[in-house]
């Protein structure tokens, strides 16, 4: 049964995210009487969309900070700040971590401090396989596109500046999960659900930790039908009906594609966790070549481009008149971006 459930759970994510939008042409009286015959796309967003712009609201709170050139306000939402300055702090209390301890790192994914009788139920290489599964993809491609439309080229640097100090969050998280996880009959249960609540039980405050973990656990349904599901399926549909044109059957029948999306992706993960990382192991690879020779080849065609661009970039991120609201207008988008791209301190890469 619960196999069942999960199953319809990702159809209807994957689906409702691939979707388009219909023209509802009856007149208003019509649309109260057969409501539920429009797009259910639309139809969420008309009864749901309230709810969620007064949630995201609260969850993406900004404190006003300065106005730019036109006079609008420019916030810094603080969960952003909050997971930035977490990644700082920690990078400089452990050294500089993520940049010194590669070496350490490919030994440890290669599997020489481990041997078979080791618990748990997939190797190294395959836990790193499936968290760069959503780290490698539409978060660095849209995620880049989108930060730079809104903040300028300067939000370049400090996507890249975040993303460095978000590889230690992320090593503490990791490091977190493995340490508080537990195996039962061979099964490893672990992630912020479990660290987050032995964790603050060994100082004393096992009820607070209990109720992080909980939240955090809620708070991981909509994560993953959002960031997790909805945004993959409707911007590789939109990729694939900018390749067959408007008014294709694909472009009229959207559910289509975020039907199959869901069948696929529900053939992998009904299996489990092992199910999970033996595809990735397989596929990971081969999608971050073809990402890095992709990117290569591009930088290969504009190289004479390369130094504009660079000083592009830094004038962007430093200049006090950049757009969105100066420097710190491209720092809020350049970290926003980078938080959704990397993972770093969402919770995503400790459960793998």
């Known amino acids: 049964m619960r196999n069942f459930f999960l199953i319809l759970t990702f159809l209807f994510s994957l689906s409702v995210g691939a979707l388009r939008a219909e023209e509802v042409k009856a007149s208003a009286a019509q649309n109260e009487e057969i409501i539920f015959s429009q797009a259910p796309d639309k139809w969420i967003d008309q009864n749901l969309g309230p709810y969620l712009d007064e949630v995201t609201g609260k969850v993406f709170y900004g404190l006003e900070i300065a106005r730019d050139a036109e ?16 990644a700082v702090v920690i990078t400089v209390y452990f050294k500089f971590l993520n940049l010194r301890s590669w070496r350490l790192a490919a030994r440890t994914i290669s599997g020489k401090y481990s041997s078979e009788s080791d618990p748990g139920e997939i190797t190294h290489f395959q836990a790193l396989c499936a968290a760069l599964s959503g ?29 460095l100090f978000g590889m230690t969050s992320k090593f503490c998280e990791c490091t977190l999960g493995v340490k508080y996880r537990t195996i039962e009959d061979g099964k490893v249960y672990g992630g912020p659900m479990q660290y987050l609540k032995k964790g603050f039980a060994e100082k004393g405050m096992g009820m607070f930790g209990l109720i992080l973990a909980g939240v955090f656990a809620f708070l991981c349904i909509g994560g993953s039908f959002g960031g997790g599901n909805m945004v993959q399926a409707n911007q590789a549909c ?55 020779l992709a990117g290569l080849f591009v930088i290969f065609v504009n190289f004479s ?21 100066g420097i710190i207008g491209v720092m809020i988008q350049g970290m926003k971006r980078a938080t959704f791209s990397n993972e770093a301190g969402i919770g995503s890469g400790p459960v793998a």
Do not use: H
């Open 71 to 86: 006079g609008n306000a420019v916030k810094v939402p603080l969960v952003v700040v909050w997971l930035a300055l977490a």
């Open 305 to 325: 481009q390369i130094g504009d661009a660079l000083g592009v970039i830094f004038e962007g991120a430093f200049m006090p008149t950049a757009i969105g609201g």
């Open 135 to 163: 780290t490698v993809g539409l978060g660095n491609i849209a995620g880049v596109a989108i930060a730079i439309s809104v903040g300028g080229p300067g939000a370049t640097f400090w996507m890249i500046l975040i993303g």
């Open 238 to 292: 939109e990729q694939l009906v900018g390749v067959v044109g408007k008014g294709s059957f694909l472009d009229e029948n959207r559910w289509a594609f975020g039907l199959i999306m869901a069948i696929a992706v529900g053939l992998v993960i009904i299996g489990g966790i092992k199910s999970i990382a033996s595809v990735t192991a397989t596929l990971v690879p081969f999608m971050c070549g073809i990402y890095m």
